[in-house]
Nanobody, 126 residues
Framework: QVQLVESGGGLVQSGDSLRLSCAAS????????MGWFRQTPGKEREFVAA????????FYADSVKGRFTFSRDNAKNTVYLQMNSLKPEDTAVYYC???????????????????WGKGTLVTVSS
């Protein structure tokens, strides 16, 4: 059983930065493409970013492109989401996800998510 544990959420002001981390308890971490999704009450979970298992290529939702950076450290079984210039509309619970699909498939919504984390809350005040 793979466990994904997110951390780094919190309360910040508009324009601030946060770095989310997601640690995976799996030996074959480098075989998984990873993703970040977010959800607010009453809304569907939405795609934020994905990183490919093989070459580290990344994909972003238009709403975060240029502000968020997704990276991975396979030696530490950890991925990071650096979030800069945060806006109130970024407020959400952020979920880490692992998939055997390519990152582009996660981006397109056609990639199956194998494992989900429990989420970490990010609140951005105006």
């Amino acid at each position: 059983q793979v466990q994904l544990v997110e951390s780094g959420g919190g309360l910040v002001q508009s324009g601030d930065s946060l770095r989310l981390s997601c640690a995976a308890s799996v030996r074959t971490f480098s075989s998984y493409s990873m993703g970040w999704f977010r959800q607010t009450p009453g809304k569907e979970r939405e795609f934020v970013a994905a990183i490919n298992w093989s070459d580290g290529s990344t994909f972003y939702a238009d709403s975060v492109k240029g502000r968020f950076t997704f990276s991975r450290d396979n030696a530490k079984n950890t991925v990071y989401l650096q979030m800069n210039s945060l806006k109130p509309e970024d407020t959400a619970v952020y979920y880490c996800a692992a998939s055997f699909s390519r990152a582009v498939e996660i981006f397109r919504g056609t990639g199956g998510i194998k494992y989900w984390g429990k989420g970490t809350l990010v609140t951005v005040s105006s």
